[in-house]
């Protein structure tokens, strides 16, 4: 039997454990090897150690002065909204009527959805992400055109036909049941086929009926393994309006959590304006928050609460919500997270966000072991990240005297221009060009 063995020489770091309550949280290696096989993690670990188990004649690409890490994890972003990226606009729910519904319209077409499909995941690669929980529009041809450029690239990648039965313009308008009906059948055709997985996707509490949410959490029961994906909690008005529509819901979350749709795998987006209660409640059902700090940032939202989602155990992790977020990157948005736990109050070491970008992402979404790091057996998705893409981040740096020092440097200065090269299951899918 033949095996595809490859090895990759550079500094290595991925994480064990969340930071900020680990003293044991992350493997670094400055001179390491990364072994990987048939797609996935052989070995990781001091070049020295493990040079001696490769076979004669193994090749050995050398990425000396760069660091190896595993691939980002987006949990929170929208693909039908790339082109209307940097649209101005005065708040959220504006921000919805002039821009976003007008776009998405468009992806009734299937030839658009497929040209948004095909940009959209190359600028995730090109920013060295490999895996993202992505919104579709509620046409089922834009989940198709999304997996099916997804799987010609080989990508482990999380998606959904939004649901959307009132409070939205006619032409983006479904049913709760042909809803219900066209998850289900897309569910059928489309979650563990390859590695594409699906997510039950309302878009969000407003513009869903009673009866829609009700079929999407019997969906979520239905089919335990798959994902769901929403938003909660972004916008102050946005939650005076669900206090409105359900007079009986003890708060945002709990509408949510009286249709069965607070369990692992459930993500929700923002997570801003909640309570204690509420904070309590997601982690003792192990639901999750994807951060969004650009986005939050663009619309005015708020700001994120790291202390105290940290004080009631929420699994959280880092998301661009692209087009409200302003960057397909996510060391630019680990740089604008920085910035809103200090006005928050806390502080953010930069091996932390590291951590919610990659391993926190995987645990929340209920995949360690699978995808966000580089534990034996988990799916080889890397990404190469220079020091020195940059003049300026080439001369600060080189000044760094702490892995801590590189890597906020790395957070607060880097962008697209630090990823070297992105591989998915092994194989190379995006390189940096150079001139």
Known sequence: MTTNLQAYRGSLLHFLADPAFSDQSHDWHEDGLLIVEDGKI????DYAALRASLPPGTLVHDYSGK?????????HIHYPQTDMIASPSEGLLPWLETYTFPSERQFEDSAHAANVADFFLDELLRCGTTTAMVYCTVHPQSVDAFFTASEQRGLRMVAGKVMMDRNCPDFLRDTAETSARDTEALIRHWHKRGRSLYAITPRFAPTST??????????????????????????EAECAWVRELFPNARSYIDVYDSYGMLRPRAMYGHCI??????????????SAAAICPTSNLFLGSGLFDF??????GVLLSLATDVGGGTSFSMLQTMNEAYKVARLKGSYLPALRMFYLATLGAARSMQLEGTIGSFAPGAEADFIVIDPQATPLLQRRTSRSNSLEELLFALALLGDDRAIAATYAAGRQVHVRETT
């Open 42 to 45: 052989q070995a990781a670990g």
């Open 67 to 75: 660091l190896l890490m595993p691939g980002f994890i987006d949990t």
């Open 210 to 235: 009673e009866r829609q949410l009700q079929l999407a959490g019997e969906l979520a029961a239905a089919y335990p393994d798959t994902f769901i994906q929403t938003h909660v909690s972004e916008n």
């Open 273 to 286: 304006w909640l309570d204690e209660q509420d904070r309590r409640r997601m982690a003792e059902t192990q």
């Open 307 to 312: 202390e105290r989602a940290d004080d009631a």
